[in-house]
């Protein structure tokens, strides 16, 4: 045992949608070859677990989002429509990386990234108190996952690749008000930007750069092979501060 690594040994429930999951349909992707995670694909969540010899409860699904239409229609790939209350007794380190499919879901919506778009998320307001609209299951989420993992250490990955800023402000917000701590991937003070940012403070030509050296490629933009181990490093050390 290594008593060193305040991450060795742990468990940790991996929540959010294809950028965390991986898609790279239509372009390079590698697979542990063999361990614990052999044939999964080398995201983050894994390559940081690999590493640390981390146990996973892997809870991201593509086209996930974070709350629940009002009128879903043919959906229900929602992380506040019960997903969230499966995550293990037993976890130590839990993170919440949502807002993409959020997006997507938003009145006159621009965007997909391939998943299924039906039913309205309204983005809401900081006090909403049910888990049809943005803040509101946030809210939601986020007091279930204190009262019922009081122990557990909870990170919010601030999404990057939201169609608009309003959601990247929306989770830091929420972040906020319930004390959580948080890493914003659209880029900080103390983080490197990913690829399709938001943050309006960052110039077009890097964000541009971010995007030719991140994406899958072709009409695929999400993170790539090389992304998804570029951002491990960083969101590895969020977690060792959790």
């Not at 940790?12 to 999964?40: H, I, L, M, Q, R």
């Not at 293990?88 to 938003?106: A, F, K, P």
């Not at 983005?123 to 557990?152: K, Q, R, S």
Request: aromatic share 12%; charged share 20%; with cysteine.
């Amino acid at each position: 045992m290594d008593n060193t690594n305040i991450l060795y040994g742990k468990k940790w429930a991996v929540c959010g949608d294809s950028f965390t999951n991986g898609d790279f349909s239509g372009g390079y992707s590698e697979t542990f070859e063999d361990g614990p995670f052999a044939g999964k694909y080398k995201t983050y969540g894994y390559l940081i677990a690999e590493r640390n010899q981390m146990t996973v409860q892997h809870l991201a699904v593509g086209g996930q989002t974070m709350a629940m239409p009002p009128i879903p229609g043919t959906f229900s790939n929602s992380f506040s429509n019960g997903i969230y209350k499966t995550i293990d007794e037993d976890v130590d380190y839990i993170t919440l990386y949502y807002g993409i499919n959020d997006s997507h879901h938003r009145p006159s919506s621009t965007g997909s990234d391939g998943e299924d778009q039906t039913g309205i998320i309204h983005l809401g307001t900081i006090d909403d108190t049910d888990n049809t609209t943005f803040y509101g299951a946030w809210n939601v989420v986020l007091e279930y996952l204190i009262a019922h993992h009081p122990y557990a250490h909870i990170g919010i990955l601030v999404s990057n690749g939201c169609e608009t800023d309003d959601y990247r402000l929306a989770t830091i917000e929420v972040a906020k008000k319930w004390g959580i701590p948080y890493i914003d991937l659209n880029g900080d003070e103390r983080t490197p930007m990913m690829h399709r940012s938001t943050n309006p403070v960052h110039c077009d030509r890097a964000k541009e750069l971010r995007m030719e050296a991140f994406k899958v490629g072709g009409r695929n933009s999400h993170p790539n092979i090389k992304a998804h181990l570029y951002e491990s490093w960083f969101i590895e050390d969020f977690l060792r501060t959790l």
